[in-house]
T-cell receptor, first 115, second 115 residues
Framework: SQKIEQNSEALNIQEGKTATLTCNYT??????LQWYRQDPGRGPVFLLL?????KEKRKERLKVTFDTTLKQSLFHITASQPADSATYLC??????????????FGKGTHLIIQP | DTGVSQDPRHKITKRGQNVTFRCDPI?????LYWYRQTLGQGPEFLTY????????KSRLLSDRFSAERPKGSFSTLEIQRTEQGDSAMYLC?????????????FGDGTRLSIL
C-alpha cells in the first residue's frame, strides 16, 4: 500500500541551528511533493512545492530537496527561530489523470525551536 | 485578502444528530477539497469539487457523509446520524487550478465534538 512516513516524534532544535525534517514514501512515483506548516488549532499553510526533476528548491530560510531514487524529501530551516515551532507536513498528490485529486499527507513532524 | 473561511469553528452535538459545515473558498478558486484530521494525524482526503461537479466521493468515510457545492461557490459537508468516531477537525481547502502542481489553501477547520 502507499505510505508516507515522517518523524512522528518531536524534533528539538536550538535557536539559530538548522532544522532538517525527513519525508519518506513508498510505492509512489510522484511528480510533485509539497510541504505545509500547521500551527495548533489552525489549518495547514502551504510552504513549498518541488517537482521530480528539481533536486532542490529554496524560499528564504527554507530549502527542500527531492530524491526520487531514495524516495525521500528533506526539508531544511536555516537560522531557526522560536517562531518556526510548528508541525510540518509532507504531502503527495495521487492524481494519475483519472483518480482522486486530493493530497495524501504524512503524520507531520512537530518541530520545537528552543531559545 | 480573504482566505478560505469555514463555519462554525466549533460544533458540539449529541450522538445521532445531523451536522452541517460550511466552507467559503477563495473567490477565484474553482477546486474545493474536504479533509478530516484526527489528533496526531495528517489531514485525510474526503472529496473534492471542480466548480459544482463532485469529481471524487469514494473517499467519503461512509454513506452518512455527503457534500455539495450547488453553485460552484461555497460548499457544505453534512454528517448524518453522528457517531463518537466522527469527532475530528474537518478542513476545507481550495486551489485555483487542477493537478498536483497546485498548492492548496486551507481554512482553519471546524472542530466537531460528539458527546
Amino acid at each position: 500500500s502507499q505510505k508516507i512516513e515522517q518523524n512522528s516524534e518531536a524534533l528539538n532544535i536550538q535557536e539559530g541551528k538548522t532544522a532538517t525534517l525527513t519525508c519518506n514514501y513508498t510505492n509512489y512515483s510522484p511528480a510533485y511533493l509539497q510541504w505545509y506548516r500547521q500551527d495548533p488549532g489552525r489549518g495547514p499553510v502551504f510552504l513549498l512545492l518541488i517537482r521530480e526533476n528539481e533536486k532542490e528548491k529554496r524560499k528564504e530560510r527554507l530549502k527542500v530537496t527531492f530524491d526520487t531514487t531514495l524516495k525521500q524529501s528533506l526539508f531544511h530551516i536555516t537560522a531557526s527561530q522560536p517562531a518556526d515551532s510548528a508541525t510540518y507536513l509532507c504531502a503527495l498528490n495521487l492524481d494519475s489523470g483519472g483518480g482522486a485529486d486530493g493530497l495524501t499527507f504524512g503524520k507531520g513532524t512537530h518541530l520545537i525551536i528552543q531559545p | 485578502d480573504t482566505g478560505v473561511s469555514q463555519d462554525p469553528r466549533h460544533k458540539i452535538t449529541k450522538r445521532g444528530q445531523n451536522v452541517t459545515f460550511r466552507c467559503d473558498p477563495i473567490s477565484e478558486h474553482n477546486r474545493l477539497y474536504w479533509y478530516r484530521q484526527t489528533l496526531g494525524q495528517g489531514p485525510e482526503f474526503l472529496t473534492y469539487f471542480q466548480n459544482e461537479a463532485q469529481l471524487e466521493k469514494s473517499r467519503l468515510l461512509s454513506d452518512r457523509f455527503s457534500a455539495e457545492r450547488p453553485k460552484g461557490s461555497f460548499s457544505t459537508l453534512e454528517i448524518q446520524r453522528t457517531e463518537q468516531g466522527d469527532s475530528a477537525m474537518y478542513l476545507c481547502a481550495s486551489s485555483i487550478g487542477a493537478g498536483p502542481n497546485q498548492p492548496q489553501h486551507f481554512g482553519d477547520g471546524t472542530r466537531l465534538s460528539i458527546l
